[in-house]
Each structure stands twice: as structure tokens, then as C-alpha cells.
């Protein structure tokens, strides 16, 4: 017969394996949360690794439904996140773009998970109040409701709606005009491409959009432009000048953020990655990562759920 300690430690030993496996049913789900509240994997990662410190810590019989607690834990870790990164972009040398991921082939086949990780919708969330956007990506992109969000943010459900309307609004307002297929933007892109290897100025100007923005961020490590360029014969130049020598074999096409993109390699390793917008056939934003301490995320595919 088993003594008192003896039964303790296989309550607290079943205890653990439970949060364990409920931790890891749900991490894929919890890291999409974070990383499409913070636009940063590697803040993403670590909202987990808290997550997971107070999650370890919670009484799981009190717990009704374990993926909303899960969820309510990263939103608030990513919430206190969210403002620390804040004033960490104060300072940042240049643009600040979200960081790159490598995706799996289903994300994009998921279009609504899709849309809300490409590379210009991350940067319309940017433009929200952090509370705005997680209130925002909760409801519209993981269909939460009112209740859970609100506990999760700490508002009342009826401040959340009042929230969800408004950022609703904002980001409408920004996001891209519509709906593109994949096929459509792997032809721009390997258009652009083709033009871009061969540095035909002409051929550039036929595929970018009048009004292009191109989006460079080298986090004061690497040479970047420091402010968005706009309009295509700027920035079909800009490209001559910068892609000078660069061979079919070094630039590749890669599903990041589960949308086509180039990525180029020198001597094997990552050293740009190139995400694209794409409105009525043409490239209309270029986005591109230059940054090492955000191209980690580069060398695996990552899974992402909802």
C-alpha cells in the first residue's frame, strides 16, 4: 500500500503529464496567437516559454476548458510583450518589419489563417493599440468570443465589441484591397524574379505597381534602406542597383508566411528575404528582411494553426 507521500507525488506527477499534454496539444495554436500579436517569433517563443511557467502552476481540475485558459494566459503574456516591444522599436535603426517565417504547405490552404499572417496584413496590425490588436486577432482571426476575450484582456465583453468595432474599422481601412490567388502572385513573383536576375529596368517597371512601396529592414546590422520608397521607377532602380550579380541559383522562391516570396542565399546561408504584395497583377509592396537576428526562423518550416 502506497503511503500518503507516495500518493502525492503521483497526484502532482499526473498533474504534470496533464499540463504537459495539454500544453503541447495546443503550443502550435499558442505561438500563432503571440507571433500574430507581436509580429516577432522569437517574442512569440518566449510568451510560450511563460506561458508554460504559469501554466505548469494552475489546478487543472478548476480549469473548465484548457485551450481558453491557454489562450487567456499567452494573450496576457503577449500583451505585457507587446508594450516592452513597443519601446524596443523606439529605438530601432531603420523600418521595423515583422519577422519572416517559414510556413508549412497548410497554413496556406487555410486562406483566413493566411491572410492574417502575410507579410502586409502583420504590418496593418501593426498600426493597432495593443489591446486593440489582440482583441482584434482573437475575435477575426481565432473567433473567440466576447466572454473569453474580454477575460483575457481584462475588459468587460461590452468594452471588447466596442474594440473588435474599431479595430475592425482601422484595419479595413488598411489592409489589402482584395483577395489575391496564389497563382496570381506566384506569376507576378516570378516575373519579378525574372526581371530582377536579369536587371531589365523595363521589365521591372512592367511588373511593379505605379504607387509600389519597398520596405527594407536591415535592424542597423545589415545595409537597408531607412525609410519606405515609393513609386515604381524609384524602386525598380534601387533594384538594378542592389541586385547586381545576382544569379538564378542564389535567388529562390519559399513560402513565407504562408505566401510566395524570394529568398536569397549567399555561400548557402539566408541573407535576404523578399516577401511581396500583390494588387491586380502587380507587385504593389516589396517587404524586405535583412536583419540575421530575424531570420532564425528561416532554417525550419514552422507550423501554424488556428
Not at 504534470?16 to 496567437?33: S, Y
Request: with cysteine; aromatic share 4%.
Amino acid at each position: 500500500m502506497k503511503s500518503e507521500h507516495e500518493r502525492t507525488e503521483d497526484t502532482a506527477e499526473r498533474r504534470t503529464d496533464g499540463a504537459t499534454e495539454a500544453f503541447v496539444a495546443h503550443r502550435n495554436l499558442l505561438f500563432t496567437v503571440a507571433y500574430e500579436m507581436l509580429g516577432s517569433a522569437a517574442d512569440a517563443e518566449d510568451v510560450l516559454q511563460e506561458t508554460w511557467l504559469r501554466w505548469a502552476g494552475v489546478d487543472l481540475a478548476a480549469v473548465r476548458d484548457r485551450r481558453a485558459y491557454l489562450v487567456r494566459i499567452t494573450t496576457r503574456q503577449a500583451l505585457i510583450r507587446l508594450r516592452t516591444l513597443g519601446r524596443r522599436k523606439e529605438s530601432y535603426v531603420g523600418t521595423w518589419l515583422p519577422e519572416p517565417l517559414l510556413t508549412t504547405p497548410d497554413v496556406a490552404e487555410d486562406v483566413e489563417l493566411a491572410d492574417s499572417v502575410s507579410m502586409a496584413m502583420m504590418l496593418v496590425l501593426e498600426t493597432l493599440a495593443p489591446t486593440e490588436r489582440a482583441v482584434f486577432v482573437l475575435r477575426e482571426v481565432f473567433a473567440l468570443g466576447y466572454d473569453e476575450i474580454a477575460g483575457a484582456v481584462g475588459k468587460s465583453p461590452a468594452a471588447v465589441r466596442q474594440i473588435t468595432h474599431r479595430a475592425r474599422a482601422h484595419v479595413a481601412a488598411r489592409r489589402p484591397r482584395g483577395t489575391v490567388s496564389p497563382a496570381e502572385t506566384q506569376h507576378a513573383l516570378a516575373a519579378f524574379q525574372r526581371a530582377a536576375e536579369t536587371g531589365d529596368l523595363q521589365s521591372l517597371l512592367d511588373i511593379l505597381a505605379p504607387d509600389v512601396v519597398f520596405m527594407g529592414d536591415g535592424g542597423g546590422v545589415k545595409q537597408a534602406i531607412l525609410q519606405p520608397l515609393v513609386g515604381a521607377d524609384e524602386v525598380a532602380r534601387l533594384l538594378v542597383a542592389g541586385l547586381g550579380g545576382i544569379t538564378a541559383s542564389s535567388l529562390r522562391p519559399a513560402q513565407v508566411n504562408a505566401h510566395p516570396a524570394l529568398v536569397l542565399r549567399i555561400n548557402g546561408e539566408v541573407d535576404t528575404v523578399v516577401a511581396v504584395r500583390v494588387d491586380d497583377g502587380r507587385v504593389s509592396g516589396l517587404y524586405s528582411m535583412r536583419n540575421p537576428a530575424k531570420l532564425s526562423h528561416m532554417r525550419r518550416e514552422t507550423a501554424l494553426c488556428r
